[in-house]
Nanobody, 121 residues
Framework: VQLQASGGGLVQAGGSLRLSCAAS????????MGWFRQTPGKEREFVAM???????YYGDSVKGRFTISGDNAKNTVYLQMNNLKPEDTAVYYC????????????????WGQGTQVTVSS
C-alpha cells in the first residue's frame, strides 16, 4: 500500500490542524494505521493509531488534544490536532501495518512521505 500524508503547515500555539493520510488501497480491514512524528536529533515518537480491529490509542503527550479517525470509503486516515503546542513541531508520518496495532514504528511496513507541522509560540 502507498500512503500520502498531507495537511501540515504553520500554526500558532493553541491552533488546530488536520492531517490526512490517503492510502492506495483498503485500510482498516487490512491494516492498522499509525501516526508518528520526528524532530531532528530525536527518536521517532508514537502519536496515535487505529488498529484493524478498531482500537484507538494515543501517545501520552497528545491525549486529549489529538483525535485519530478514518474514512474507509475514502481509504483515508485523519489526525485532528487541537490546542497545538510548540513542542508538537515535527515531521508527521503516517504508517500502515498488516498485523495488529503496534506502538513501535519499526514494526510498520509502509510509510508515507511525511508532512511538516510547525507550531509557533
Amino acid at each position: 500500500v502507498q500512503l500520502q500524508a498531507s495537511g501540515g503547515g504553520l500554526v500558532q500555539a493553541g491552533g488546530s490542524l488536520r492531517l490526512s493520510c490517503a492510502a492506495s488501497e483498503g485500510t482498516f480491514s487490512s491494516y492498522s494505521m499509525g501516526w508518528f512524528r520526528q524532530t531532528p536529533g530525536k527518536e521517532r515518537e508514537f502519536v496515535a493509531m487505529i488498529t484493524k480491529n478498531g482500537g484507538i490509542y494515543y501517545g501520552d503527550s497528545v491525549k486529549g488534544r489529538f483525535t485519530i479517525s478514518g474514512d474507509n470509503a475514502k481509504n483515508t486516515v485523519y489526525l485532528q490536532m487541537n490546542n497545538l503546542k510548540p513542542e508538537d513541531t515535527a515531521v508527521y508520518y503516517c504508517a500502515a501495518r498488516s498485523g495488529s496495532g503496534s506502538f513501535a514504528g519499526r514494526s510498520y511496513e509502509h510509510w508515507g512521505q511525511g508532512t511538516q507541522v510547525t507550531v509557533s509560540s
